[in-house]
């Protein structure tokens, strides 16, 4: 896939995502704390897949199992990202760098549980 141009809110969230460093963004009206795990492409949209540690969902709160707190957002809906440093960065152990649920059909960056990320293309 050719990228002309990136949306504003990638920039931010891929230093997050590199730096471990969670984020508070406005996302369809909601204020959420994400950790940013990956970033690329579904069906031609940038797309991120967040671990919600925070804030508010679109269905209320948040579930209890850490397994089920993975979030899609369409990078061209975050109205904004913030740095939020009174938090510590959170993962599921269900998480797979790999194949991040779905949610990416083309990877750009994503969080790997050893070493460096790893940036695709």
Same mark, same amino acid.
């Given at each position: 896939? /050719? ?5 504003? @809110?990638?920039?931010?969230? +891929? ?30 949209? @940038? ?18 199992? @850490? ?16 740095? +939020?440093?009174?938090? /510590? ?7 797979? @760098? ?7 059909? +083309? ?15």
């Amino acid at each position: 896939m /050719t990228i002309t141009s990136l949306p504003a @809110a990638w920039g931010p969230l +891929e230093a997050a995502l590199r730096q471990r460093r969670p984020v508070r963004v406005s996302y369809h009206g909601h204020q959420r704390l994400i950790c940013p795990h990956a970033l690329g492409w579904k069906n031609g949209k @940038a797309m991120l897949l967040g671990y919600q540690t925070g804030g508010h969902t679109s269905t209320g709160t948040l579930p209890a199992a @850490a397994t089920n707190r993975w979030r899609n957002f369409f990078v061209d809906d975050i109205d904004a990202v913030t740095a +939020e440093h009174a938090s /510590t960065w959170q993962t599921a152990p269900n998480y797979n @760098a790999a194949h991040p649920f779905n949610a990416i059909d +083309e990877l750009t960056v994503a969080v790997t549980p050893a070493g460096p990320d790893t940036r695709v293309g």
